[in-house]
């Protein structure tokens, strides 16, 4: 029997903190054209070599030119039967039921699926999708780059990130922040003036700031002194690519630093991709935990952190981060699909454990609209699962679980992302038709070395 506590997560209009969506034209463009392509394109790929596919198989068979449909499918069911009870294993399964009417993988269902992919990238059905469909608020994406301009396909839905990664890996392209703030980094002065201009350029509808350092580097965090910033920004500029990791480590942190400090005087959350790895064969496993940012949070308690993916397989060294830190918040993006048994039961751990302002309970973390709607019915069905147990143990009345959904999955966003006031900026900005009011002062060719 359906409960009122799953009818009402059912119908909740649930904020996605956490998605990679390309943009209207490329998804018309250059979206799936293959039933197995749309099926198998994500993050079971991981599953998929895990299980034993080599990775030249992984790609020729979502790749429709390599050879025919039924071809492909039987190189691939083998492996499928091996993830399919997998937390990717399970969105494949609801994919293919809820936008294809697909009850059991084979080849008539996945030929008979075929002829319907093309009428998902039509004008407005990314927006369809993922408003209507999955259901959501609204999403938060990051595609990678410092640009984060009001999306015209949806400018009260589609919110961006402004991305800190490559000055957390400690790359400093020069020609490229030139291009974008006037400043041509020539010392540790320049760069930091460099950085607020970033800000003081996209903050105004930027509606966070993430970085997914991890993949490339500690998470680890450390104040620099100044003279080892300079030593190794020097080293950085001389070399490039080529300098030390030590070097571009040491930059890195003082960037993370920067970044925190603007994200305080700006009002954004600093998004930080915390525990496990997409993909197969090249995580290391002491980077990765959500631990090694304490000293950050300590050194920036006006900073607030959304602390990703609930650090798997670290979740209990996360626990008692959100609960001690009051800048920090935990962000179930993408944790539902990597193992929803895990993320489920940490929902139940965390309401004993921390205060319920302190989670965002659900972003897809993918890049195609369609899996974005099989990634949130996912995390209905999982979340329900999660709070009715607490209700079935006699530790939460329905009516307090369905205001913890509400809590988890909309209003802590609302209020922490700030997003009525965002959503006023992005429309002001759209109704002026300059999206990017550009604060700075003159460009500067030299100055001190900090």
Not at 176 to 181: D, G, H, L, P, V
Not at 401 to 430: E, G, H, P, S
Request: contains cysteine; proline residues 5%.
């Amino acid at each position: 029997m359906t409960t009122d506590l799953a009818q009402h997560i059912e119908a909740l209009r649930v904020v996605n903190t956490h998605e990679h969506q390309i943009k209207e034209d490329p998804w018309r463009a250059s979206g799936p054209t293959d039933i197995l392509q749309e099926l198998f394109a994500h993050y079971e790929r991981g599953d998929l070599v895990s299980a034993g596919q080599p990775v030249t198989l992984a790609d020729e068979l979502t790749n429709p030119a390599t050879a025919s449909l039924k071809t492909r499918w039987n190189k691939l069911r083998p492996h499928w039967e091996l993830i399919q009870y997998t937390g990717y294993g399970e969105a494949i399964r609801i994919h293919a039921k809820l936008l294809y009417g697909i009850d059991e993988l084979d080849l008539a269902s996945l030929t008979a699926a075929q002829p319907r992919i093309a009428a998902y990238r039509k004008p407005g059905q990314r927006l369809h999708l993922l408003r209507d469909v999955a259901n959501l608020d609204h999403i938060q994406t990051d595609d990678f780059c410092w640009p984060c301009l009001p999306d015209a396909s949806g400018p009260d839905f589609f919110f961006y990130d402004l991305s800190m990664a490559e000055f957390a890996y400690g790359n400093i392209d020069v020609e490229a922040i030139a291009r974008e703030t006037g400043y041509t980094v020539t010392n540790l002065s320049l760069l930091r003036q460099a950085i607020a201009a970033l800000f003081a350029k996209y903050a105004p509808v930027a509606v966070a700031v993430k970085s997914q350092h991890a993949y490339g580097r500690t998470l680890a965090w450390r104040e620099r002194p100044l003279n080892e910033a300079v030593a190794a920004l020097e080293e950085v500029l001389r070399h490039g690519d080529k300098a030390s990791a030590d070097a571009r480590l040491c930059i890195g942190d003082w960037c993370i630093g920067q970044a925190a400090e603007q994200c305080a005087r700006h009002n954004l959350p600093f998004k930080i991709h915390t525990g496990y790895y997409a993909g197969t064969g090249y995580m290391r496993l002491n980077r990765i935990p959500a631990g090694n940012l304490c000293e950050l949070l300590i050194k920036y308690p006006r900073t607030r952190f959304v602390l990703m993916h609930i650090a798997y397989p670290y979740s209990d060294e996360m626990l008692a981060i959100v609960k001690h830190f009051p800048n920090a918040f935990v962000d179930l993006c993408w944790a539902w699909s990597i193992d929803p048994y895990s993320t489920m039961d940490f929902v139940r751990r965390f309401l004993h454990a921390v205060p319920v302002n302190k989670m965002f309970g659900y972003g897809g973390d993918t890049f195609w609209p369609t899996r974005g709607v099989a990634y949130a019915a996912q995390m209905r069905r999982w979340m329900t699962r999660a709070l009715q147990a607490e209700v079935d143990a006699g530790d939460l009345t329905e009516r307090r679980a369905i205001a913890v959904a509400d809590r988890f999955l909309r209003l802590n966003q609302l209020d922490v992302f700030d997003m009525a006031a965002k959503r006023r900026a992005v429309a002001a900005a759209m109704k002026k038709n300059a999206p990017v009011p550009v604060k700075r002062g003159t460009p500067r060719k030299t100055g001190s070395r900090r």
